[in-house]
């Protein structure tokens, strides 16, 4: 089982806010990635990364940036949030073995932009 | 064509009822398959992986998978109140690292 932590849980914040969420593993896993998911609607990928220094856009541009400086961060950045931006954003990595797909997931940072 | 379909509108069985659960994909080149289960307001919990044909079972959980036909399924076996969530199907896309998730499908166990 992963430790994949994620801060601050619930945020509400104004519109034009620059905002950083922020993802921690700690089991060394190589691939790390960020969705965004409104209530019962489907998995949207934002951002992956398979390791330091790599970052890679995904099928949703939602105008935000992403680092990956060490192996055990993967901060998600907006640079201006906007209402549309409400969602929640969920945090997963994946072991680094090729044949391991698997992701597991943080607990999810509620976002409400006002 | 979606990678990964779920077709099914929530299902709802009474209280130890077999669920049955479906999947399509359609990256032929595709290894693993996952089912996650999400409980409202909660982020997916991997509970089910499957990497070659034939059954998979794990407690009152089996997955099957049938690359033929690309179709992978899950069956909760005496269906429990705790069991009612909603149930995300993945798949690895070949060549590149991350999964195609399906819509999901909820399940509403009935006491």
């Known amino acids: 089982e992963a430790d994949i932590y994620q801060t601050p849980r619930y945020l509400v914040i104004g519109t034009g806010k620059k905002i950083t969420l922020e993802c921690s593993q700690t089991m060394g896993h190589d691939k790390m990635y960020w969705y965004q998911q409104d209530p019962g609607m489907e998995l949207h990928l934002i951002h992956y990364s398979y390791g330091v220094n790599s970052t890679e856009k995904g099928d949703l541009s939602s105008e935000s940036t992403v680092s990956r400086i060490r192996t055990e961060h993967f901060p998600l950045t907006l640079e201006s949030a906007r209402p549309s931006h409400t969602s929640q954003y969920l945090c997963?990595?994946?072991?680094?073995?090729?044949?391991?797909?698997?992701?597991?997931f943080g607990p999810g940072t509620r976002l409400t932009v006002t | 064509q979606k990678e990964v379909e779920q077709n099914s509108g929530p299902l709802s069985v009474p209280e130890g009822a077999i669920a049955s659960l479906n999947c399509t994909y359609s990256?032929?080149?595709?290894?693993?398959f996952f089912w996650y289960r999400q409980y409202s307001g909660k982020s997916p919990e991997l509970i089910m992986s499957i990497y070659s044909n034939g059954d998979k079972e794990d407690g009152r959980f089996t997955a099957q998978l049938n690359k033929a036909s690309q179709y992978v399924s899950l069956l909760i076996r005496d269906s429990q109140p705790s069991d009612s969530a909603t149930y995300l199907c993945a798949v690895n896309i070949w060549g590149n690292n991350r999964l195609a998730f399906g819509k999901g499908n909820q399940v509403v166990v009935i006491p």
């Open positions: 990256d032929r080149g595709s290894q693993s």
């Open positions: 997963a990595s994946s072991p680094r073995t090729s044949a391991s797909y698997e992701q597991y």
